[in-house]
């Protein structure tokens, strides 16, 4: 893979970690939202909470693909 590409690469992974950490922050939200209101949204509730780990670990690839590792 030549320079630039990488460096195109890279910078469609920082674009979508944007995107994910939004997605991640506005679930977190919603959570708490629906954590406060009435009781009854406990299937929705936890369906928020499933994606959000997904996204979390999603994150989490993606920043290590990002961020050498120094040990390597």
């Known amino acids: 893979m030549n320079a630039s590409s990488r ?3 890279e910078e469609v992974l920082r ?5 994910l950490r939004r997605e ?9 939202a ?5 009781p009854g949204e406990a299937f929705t509730l936890q369906r928020l909470k499933k994606r959000k780990l997904g996204l979390k670990d999603e994150i989490a690839r993606i920043e290590d693909r990002l961020i050498p590792d120094i040990l390597a």
């Open 24 to 32: 991640h922050a506005d679930l977190d939200a919603a959570i708490r």
């Open 15 to 19: 674009v979508k970690l944007g995107v």
């Open 34 to 38: 629906l954590q406060d209101g009435p």
């Open 7 to 9: 460096m195109e690469t």
